[in-house]
C-alpha cells in the first residue's frame, strides 16, 4: 500500500481528543475498507465498500441511523435506515449514476449468502450513497457494474488506502483532488474507551472558502494557481460514515452523526445548493439478529448527559478526515485532459 | 385492453365528491401510465411508469413531494424530492429487488435526451418505489432490466389497463390477488375545477382485517377459503401515486399526501411493521425549467383554508383506487403453484 | 364518580384484542388522570392531567415520543421530546389559549419538588397540549390559571371519569359534545403481557364524516337533527395520549403512536387543515434517572417484528377511546346558549 | 441609546459579503425590534420582541420556518409553523421559565387588535423562543409577566440596542457575557438586492471552544482569567432569527436558516447535548392575509439555483451577529455576585 501523507505529517491537529492507533475509521473494531479504482482514459471512478463487521449483516444488523444535512443527492436505503434504525448491508460509496448497479451487485451478494431471503423471510435494504466525479470521470459511461461490488467488498482491510482511490477517484474537492479521507477519536466514559471513526467521500466546496484547522488558505491559493477553476457554484457533495463501538440508541447515534456539520463547516463548507451532504452512521456495539427466538432483547447505551464527548470526538474526526482527504489525493488529469492538483501542491506555505 | 370491472360496477362508490371521466389518474391532463408485464413460469413481476407529462421532465420538473407513512421499503429517490421539492423523471413502480436495475434503466433514459447531463450540467435523480411481490414471483430471479424500462414508458396512455400487470403482476394483498388500481376526484374551487387522482400498487394487509366502504367482509371471505393463507404477519407494502392540477406549493402538495393514510385505513391497512407504505405526489399546475433565464420564478397556490376538499379528494381517491386493485386483478397461479384468487370470487356476497 | 355508559355498554366492541380491566388508559400499572372542570356561565373549559407514574418525574424520567398527525395547533414541550426521547412532567390537556397559563403552572410544580432546577441542574420541559373550545367556552376570557394545575394533578387517580370533564368540558366533536375518552387492549409477547392505552381530548370532525365501527351513521344523525351545525369546516384538534408498559425504544414507541392515525380514521376524521392532531406517548417499561452515577444503562426493548400487535392494539384503542368520548359526554348547553347534543341521544338508533 | 463597539470596530469583518446600512436585523425594510430589561438584585432577565413588520400580523401572517439545530429547548409555536408555513404574532425571546408567561402575554396582545379570534375564527400561535439564564439570574422567581410582553413590543424599533439588554440581560456565552448581537447582508439577483439578517441570543458554548473568524482565541483568554469557569458542560443555548425580503418558498427559507448551523460551528460551538439551538427564519416578500377573497394566490420565489448566495449571507450574519452580542455585552454581576466578563476585556489582544 502506498504511504499517504497526512494532516498529521504536517503537523495539522484537528481538536484537543487523541485519535485511535491508525486514525482511520478502521480504528473501530471489526470495521474494514475495500476499494475498485477504475481508470482507463475518460474514466476515473470507483466503488468504496465499509463492512460494519465481518459476519454476515443480514443476520446481525447493526444499529444505524442517517442524516440529511443538504439532500441534493440520490443516497439509496434510508428510507429504512430512519425507520428500523439498522443496517444490514456493507455501506457502498460510488459515482451518481452508478448507484442503481451498485444497489443490484449488493442485491446479489446479499442473496448469494443468505438463500432464505425472497422465500420464508423479506428482501434486503441495499445502502449505496454517491457523489457525482463529472469533472475528472466520463460518468455518462456507467462504469461500475455489479462484479466491481464483489470486488470492493473482497478488498476490504484494516489498513485500506485514502485519497484518490476507490469511490474518490474522480472526485473533486475546494477546486482541488477529493477523495477518501478518514480519521478516529478516542474516548473515555466511566474508566472504558470507546472509538468514534469518520470517513469522508469529498467532492464539494469552492476553493475560495478553503480553511485548514482555522486558516482560510483558499484564497491564497486560489491566486497563485495557474488556471483556478473556482468560478464553479458549490457543487458534488460529501458523504460522511460515522462508526462507533459506543452503545447508543439509534436517536443519540443520530444525534452524534448531525455533528458532522460541525466538522464540514470547519474545512469551509456551506453546504451548497447542488450539494449532496449525507451522513450514515452505525455502532458495533451490539447486533440485533434477523431471526431472533429471544424476543425481548437489552441494549446498553449511555446516559444523555455523557454525549457531549462523543459530539466533540465525531466533529473532529470528520474535519480530519476531510483534510486526510484532500492530502492523501495526488494530482490527477482525467477526462478531457482535465486536471486537479493535489492540495499538497501548495500546503507547505500554510503549515 | 381488457375492461376490467371496477369498485363502482359492484356499486360501490367511496365518499361523496365527483369522480373525473375515466376516475383514473390520467384524468389529471397530460399524465400517461405504462406497463411491462413478465410472466413466465415462475417469474410474474413487471415495471410500471407514471409519466407526470409528455415533455422532456428532466427539463421542466414538476413540484413534488414523497410521504413515508411506513418505512419499511427501498424507494429511491426521496432524499432530493424532499430537499427540493421537484420531479424531474418518470415514476417507476416494480418489485424490491429490481430497484437498481430500473434505476440504471431511468438514468439511461434522461441521459438519452439530455446530452448535457455530467457535461455541462450536474446529474438526475431517479424516482424508483417498490413492493416484495415474492409469494408468485421468483424475486431472487432479477428478471427486470434496462430495457423493460424503456418498454414501460414507451407503453404509457391516457387509457392504461388496471390489476394483475405491469409492476402489480406478483402482488398479493389482503391475501387475495392485488396490483394497480385507481381513482379520481374533481373539486371546485372559487368557481374552477381541479383532479387529484391516486393510483396505488398494492401488496399489504391480512385478509381479516380487508374492510370495504365500511363492511368488515375480511373474515367472512377468510372461512370461506379452502386455504386461507391469512396467518401471515403484514408484510408487502403499498406505493401510492398522487397526481394533481391544483395549484399548491410542496409544502401544501405534502399535507395533501399525508391524507393517503387515511384512505389507506379505510381498507383495513394497520400500516404493519414489514410494510413499507410510501407516497408521492406532484402537481402539474406549473413547471420549473431546468434552466431558467428569470431567476424570480412565481406559482400561484391555492389559499391553506381551501386545502380540506383536497384532503377529502385524495382519501376517497386512495380508497378506491385501492379497491379497484383488487377487483381488476385477476386470480393468478404464480411461483411453485402458489395460487392467489381474484376479490371478485367473494364480492357478489357483499355488493 | 357519576358512571358514565361506554362503547361496550352498545355493544360496540372495536376490533379483536382484548381490553384491559378498566379498559382505560389507567390499565397500564402507575398511571392517574386528574381533571378540573370550571363552568360559569360562558365559560365551559377545564384542565386535564396524565400523570406517567407517581414519582417525581423530573429525576425519574420516562421514555416519550410525539407525533403530529396535523400541526394546526400549540402544543408544548415536542421539540424537547424528540431531541432527546424523554418526558419529565405530567401532560397536562387544556383550551388552546391556556397553554401559557398551564405551563406557567406546571413549571411552578415541578420547581417546588426539585430546589436544585435553575440552580445545579437546568431547566424543565412542560408538556401541555390543547384544542379549542370556543364553540361553548368564551375562550378570550382566560380563565384557567396556575392553580388549577395543582388541582388538576391532585386529583389524578385510577379510576377518573371521562367524557364532558376536565379539558374534555368544552370540546365539540363531529358537530356532537366530545370530550374525554379511553380505552385500552392487552396484548402478549412470548408469554408475557403487556398493556397499551390511549386517552383522547376529541374536538375535531364533521358530522357527515362519524363513522362508528364501520358504521356511517353521521349522515342520518344531521338528518335527524332540529339545527345541524355541520356546515363548519373540520375545525378544533384532537390530542391522543398513548400509555404502555411494553418495553420499546423512543423509535419503536414513535412507531407505535403513529397508528393512532389509523383509529382516528376510522372515525371518520380526515385530518383537516385547521386541526392540530397530535399525539403523545410514553412507556413506563423502564425510567431514565435526571442524576446516574450509572454512565453506562441498558434497557429492554421487543424485537421489531413484535410490534405489529402494538400497531393493532393502539389503532383499537385509539378508535375505542375516541367513541367513549362521545358516549359519555353529555348534551351541554354552553357559550351564549350554544347547545352540544350527546352521542348518546341517537346511538340507539344505530346499536 | 448607548453605542456599543461591534465586530467592525475591531476590523473583525466576517466573510465577503457586503452588510446592509445598520449590519442590524432591521437592515430588512419593516423590522423593529424591542427589549425589556428587568435588572433587581439576583434578577437579570428580560424579554426581546422580533416584529416582522408594523400591520396587524394576525391578519397579515408572513412566510416562516423553523429548524432544529439541537433540541434540548422549550420553544413554542413551532408545530403549527413547521405545518403552515406562517408567522402571525411578533417572536418573543425570554428565559426558559418564563414562556408559559410570555405565551399568555402574546396570546393578549393578539386578542386586543383581533376581536374575531375565538369568535368567527380560530386561536393564535404565540412564537416563544428561550434560552436558560440561570448562572446570572434567579430563574426560579419567574419575574416575567405579561406586561413585559407589552412593554418589549412597545420598545420596538429599527435601531435597538444589542448585548445585556432585553432577554439578553442575563445570558452567558463562552464562559462570557452573551446576550443579544445580529448583523445582515445583502446580495444581488438580477439586478435587484436583497437582504438577509440574523438576530442571535447567545447562552452556549465552553470558552475553550471559542473561536473568531478563524482564530481559536478560547483557550488563551481561559487562561489569562482568573477565575475561568469554563469545567462547564456546553449548556445553555442559542436561539437565531432569521428575516429576509427575498422572495422565498417555506421550503426554500428552511434550507436558508439551516445555514445558520455554519456560522455558529465558525464561532466554537459543539451544538453541545444540553444546548437548546434553534432557528426561526421568516420572509416579508409578500404576506398571507387570514382572510382572503382570492382562493388562488401568487408568490414569487428565486429560482432554487440562486439559493446559494443567501446560504452564504445567513452563515455570516448569523457568525457576525454572534460575536457582535459578546462584544456589545459589557461585564455583568448577577444572581449570588456571580460575574461574566465581557469579551472586550480581551479582544484587544487578538485583534
Known sequence: MKQEKRARDWNITIGTLPAGP?????DVKGITVGHVTIKDKDIHTGVTAILPHQGNLF????????????????????????????IETPILLTNTLSVGNCATGLIKYTLRDNPEIGRTTGTVNPIVAECNDMYLNDIRHISINE??????????????AEGAIGAGTGMKCFGLKGGIGSS??????????????????????????????????????????????DMDKERGSVIIIVATDLPVTERQLQRIIKRCGIGL??????????????????????????????KILSHDFIHEEELDLAFHAVAEATEEGIINSLLASETTTGRAGKKLESLTEYINDFF
Open 265 to 294: 463547516s470547519h474545512t469551509g463548507s456551506k453546504m451548497g445548493h447542488g450539494s449532496g451532504d449525507i451522513v450514515i452512521g452505525f455502532t458495533t456495539a451490539s447486533t440485533i439478529a434477523h431471526d431472533s427466538t429471544k
Open 184 to 229: 478516529s477519536r478516542v474516548i473515555s466514559i466511566q474508566g472504558k474507551t470507546f472509538t468514534i471513526g469518520a470517513l469522508a467521500l469529498t467532492n464539494f466546496g469552492r476553493l475560495h472558502d478553503l480553511m485548514i484547522n482555522g486558516k482560510k488558505i483558499g484564497e491564497s491559493i486560489s491566486n497563485s494557481m495557474e488556471n483556478s477553476n
Open 22 to 26: 491508525r486514525n482511520k475509521i478502521t
Open 59 to 86: 443476520k446481525e444488523k447493526v444499529v444505524g441511523a442517517s442524516h440529511v444535512l443538504n439532500g441534493f443527492g440520490k443516497t439509496m436505503g434510508t428510507v429504512q435506515i430512519n425507520e428500523l434504525g439498522t
Open 147 to 160: 462484479n466491481h461490488v464483489y470486488e470492493a467488498i473482497r478488498d476490504a482491510k484494516v489498513d485500506y
